[in-house]
């Protein structure tokens, strides 16, 4: 399969940050069917009970990735400000709610607190275009770094990447948020890619775990995050299975990833426009967070 950066139909995506952190709005004003999958032991999310498949609610308007850890959960207001002034929500009785859903990394690295506020996600939204593909230190990736268990002085930056793969006439496209505690490693080579260093060199987190099992790495300080776009049709209960299997694509490229020191989270929303069939569709997931993950690094 081609690897392409494109966002599927029905979607838009929009970033704001300063130096420190950010966030990054994913939009679907139409509405989107939502599944989510959530793995790492310190998680910070919103609205993911929702997004259950025995809960009512079937579709979703917005996916915000925020930097700030718990406090950039406030960003989400903003974007509802924003959706809710276009009339895009929920409709009960005369009101219209925006259903956005959430997760946030730990970004709080500098002396002073920085974390994006209700005014960051309403111009995050406000600027949501269908081709803003920037990748690296943007929204929610400002703040992002890889390779924590020495502390920030071993880590290397990081990022948000982008990746999509066609599957007939749809298409599955990542957006990833890589702060992980684990290196990213290349699946085609082995070679760690960007990770914890001493000295300039990679230590290889997993092999400096088992050597040094009181390495104590500070609790919830990482977290890899992020949204598979699709414009196929499929159910709730199938977004959910694929924000399950997308996290294939994290444990091909972060070791170790999904540790109790990580807030693991993965998204999948479908516009529902084009036929595909849903084996492949499994498999195209894997391979857009994988490279979206690298992307993120590079």
């Known amino acids: 399969m081609e690897t392409i950066k494109k966002l599927p139909q029905g979607f838009s995506i929009g970033h704001e940050n300063d130096e420190y952190t950010g966030v990054t709005a994913i939009i679907c004003s139409e509405g989107a069917i939502g599944g989510v999958?959530?793995?790492?032991?310190?998680?910070?999310?919103?609205?993911?009970?929702l997004l259950r498949n025995e809960k009512m609610m079937q579709k979703i308007n917005a996916v915000a990735l925020c930097g700030g850890s718990a406090f950039g959960m406030g960003a989400i207001t903003g974007i509802m400000k924003c959706l809710h002034e276009k009339g895009v929500g929920y409709p009960i009785d005369n009101k219209v709610v925006p259903i956005v859903c959430g997760a946030v990394i730990y970004d709080l690295n500098d002396a002073e607190y920085h974390y994006p506020t209700a005014e960051s996600g309403y111009k995050a939204a406000s600027r949501a275009t269908s081709d803003d593909l920037r990748q690296g230190k943007v929204g929610v990736g400002v703040g992002a770094t890889v390779g924590k268990i020495l502390g920030m002085s071993g880590a290397c930056p990081s990022?948000?990447?982008?990746?999509?793969?066609?599957?007939?006439?749809?298409?599955?496209?990542?957006?990833?948020?890589?702060?992980?505690?684990?290196?990213?490693?290349?699946?085609?080579?082995?070679?760690?890619?960007?990770?914890?260093?001493?000295?300039?060199?990679?230590?290889?987190?997993?092999?400096?775990?088992?050597?040094?099992?009181?390495?104590?790495?500070?609790?919830?300080?990482?977290?890899?995050?992020?949204?598979?776009?699709?414009?196929?049709?499929?159910?709730?209960?199938?977004?959910?299975?694929?924000?399950?299997?997308?996290?294939?694509?994290?444990?091909?490229?972060?070791?170790?990833?999904?540790?109790?020191?990580?807030?693991?989270?993965?998204?999948?929303?479908?516009?529902?426009?084009?036929?595909?069939?849903?084996?492949?569709?499994?498999?195209?997931?894997?391979?857009?967070?994988?490279?979206?993950?690298?992307?993120?690094?590079?």
């Open 159 to 298: 990022g948000i990447g982008i990746a999509g793969v066609r599957v007939g006439n749809a298409l599955v496209t990542a957006i990833v948020c890589v702060n992980a505690l684990g290196d990213v490693t290349d699946p085609k080579t082995g070679k760690i890619v960007a990770g914890a260093k001493a000295n300039g060199q990679f230590i290889d987190t997993k092999r400096f775990i088992l050597e040094n099992v009181s390495s104590n790495p500070p609790f919830g300080t990482n977290t890899t995050i992020g949204c598979v776009l699709t414009d196929a049709k499929i159910t709730k209960v199938q977004a959910n299975k694929l924000a399950s299997v997308a996290h294939n694509g994290l444990a091909r490229t972060i070791s170790p990833v999904h540790t109790d020191f990580d807030g693991d989270a993965l998204f999948c929303l479908s516009s529902c426009k084009e036929e595909a069939d849903f084996f492949a569709l499994e498999i195209a997931v894997t391979q857009a967070v994988e490279q979206a993950v690298l992307n993120a690094v590079k």
């Open 37 to 49: 999958d959530v793995r790492g032991g310190a998680p910070g999310t919103h609205e993911t009970d």
